[in-house]
């Protein structure tokens, strides 16, 4: 396995800005990678460098074993599936799909059938003769996937390509993403700024702020181990809690906050006794106690302060403390009443802690979290 | 009680208002179509009259003598001629010029875009004769007068404010990220103009080619300052034959003036409408 994509020391800055600081990327062949990060986190930036779009200030991308660096777009051999679809309007849909054969001098009835090939590919077989703006949007990401395969590119990226669709159809598009890469095997790196689409389409995931990668890893590693505090607060809901470090052993600190302690991972490693830490605990790793907690678990009082039924299971707010709210998901076989006081148990680790510096001991952030 | 008052009331002015402002409508439309053709009329009429003079409602027969007259003794093959070769230059002229500044003005940051803009409206602003007045002066200097180029380079002044602004707002109209995919899939900068930016300008570019013809083709004012005995146009040989008191023969040339005009009110009617010069895609 050869990496089929790689960024080297990518900057590229808008002024004062640095979109892209010092992005080091390779994806392998085969590999559907995401850059995942909220809007202005440089992943756009990024990929607008690899289609060709933006050329980086410093730094290398290579494409293939090509530097393709100061290549122009189009000769970068590349798919791309934009966010606005951005089909040609004036042209046919099996247009659309055969222009990047028609630019490539191939034989009208040859991409002819290439292209039909490709809508079937994408299931809009019997469409070709519609022009983009008689199809739906969905159709219309559809077309925009055939275009972006049809000549066969080991290089395929997406650009938010799902977040023009509504709810239902991401969902269709996403498993028609995911089968096409199984089908065709090509090497992709996708940009979303939906962690449920990243978790359930990628390979790895790439988590971006301010320009940085803060973490490469597969889904489970990085919901599982996120190894900074923005990842693990920006993956999954978690619950946070506040304290101060009181105890260590081996990698496993004991985090104290208003009386409360959870065991976790020392996440960093660095965490000293007296150092302020946050913990991030998932919230589907703490269960209400039954019985006794067995001796690897820690335990946490609550009270319940509101629940919002959600159909399958019914989302409990509890609050730890006067600032401290968790939230928690439970199945309708336990109910709780509001205003009712629960042991929460937790694993020993709980969560994954690191250093705090310089904010106050407070859990505020927490409160924000049971308010989604 | 009230409500049946009420009821009446309504059905009353829903039966007999209707009707009257209906018919004040009509009655408005008509006299505005009369007020706005009637000189139109006057000149078809004309054009194929025989002593049609004094207080007469109908004229006394009808001739294609006029007809005749504007082809032989006006030479009108030749006029026509001059009136397509100078709207052609101005075309090409206007063309020439005015894409490139619509791109950099739709699709470029522009420093002082707004005043361009201003300076490119000028010629449309001030009174024509007054713009013709200093034209003459430097067309002598440059001895451009009567010559083909030299009145399509005069009316370039006027025509090209329609094909900057035109086209400027078509291009600025062009998605940047669809010209993106143009070059993902392998285009160069060459077949992203021949085959995407030029189908999706095509509507306004076949707006500011049309309008540019007729400014061209109807320009009087400035034509008359820069023509000559081998650039007569078909509107300086109207106002030439009126001024020899043949009015007949200049409503004959007249009305052959009028057919191109016609013709694009068609055409606007038919093709231009402002989602074809979008040409946006659905949804977004």
Known sequence: MSAMIELVDVVKRYGDVVACNRLNLAVEQGELVTLLGASGCGKTTALRCITGSLRPDEGRIIIDGRDVTDVPTHKRNIGVVFQNFALFPHLTVLDNVAYPLRVR????????ERALEALRLVRLEGLGGRFPRELSGGQQQRVGLARAIVYEPNVVLFDEPLSNLDAKLRLEMREEIASLKDRLGFTSIYVTHDQEEALSLSDRIAVMKDGVIHQVGRPTEIYAEPRTSFVAEFLGNPNRLTGVCVDRIQDQVVVEADGQRIVATDASGTLGIGDRAVVYVRPESVRIQDGDASPDETTLRATVVRSAFLGDSTEYILALSDKVNWHLRLDHATRLAVGEEVNLVAPRPGGRAFALAGSPVDGSPGVALGER | MTAVAVGAGHRMRSHLAPRVSRLLIYTFLLAFVLYVLSPFLAILVNSVAEGWFGGRVLPAGLTLRWFDWAFNVTNLPKVMGNSFIIAGLTIAISLAIGLPTAWALGRRRVRARNMLLTLILLPKTVPPITFALG???????????DTHLGV?????????PFVVLIMSATFEGLDERVLDAGRVCGGNWLRNLVHLVLPMAMPGLMA?????????FNEFT??????????????????LSIGDG???????????????????????????????ILGGVKGL
């Open chain 2, 152 to 160: 399509a380079l005069a009316h370039t002044t006027l025509a090209l």
């Open chain 1, 105 to 112: 001098g191939i034989r009208p009835v040859v991409r002819r």
């Open chain 2, 208 to 216: 500011a080619v049309l309008f540019t013809f007729v400014t061209s």
């Open chain 2, 222 to 239: 400035l034509t008359l300052v820069t023509y000559g005995p081998e650039t007569l146009t078909l509107t300086v040989q109207t106002y």
């Open chain 2, 135 to 145: 034209l003459s002066r430097e067309f002598y200097a440059f001895d451009l007068v």
């Open chain 2, 246 to 276: 043949f009015l007949e023969v200049a409503s004959a040339i007249s009305v052959v003036l009028l057919v191109p005009s016609v013709l694009l009110l068609i055409l606007i009617q038919r093709q231009i409408r402002p989602e074809n």
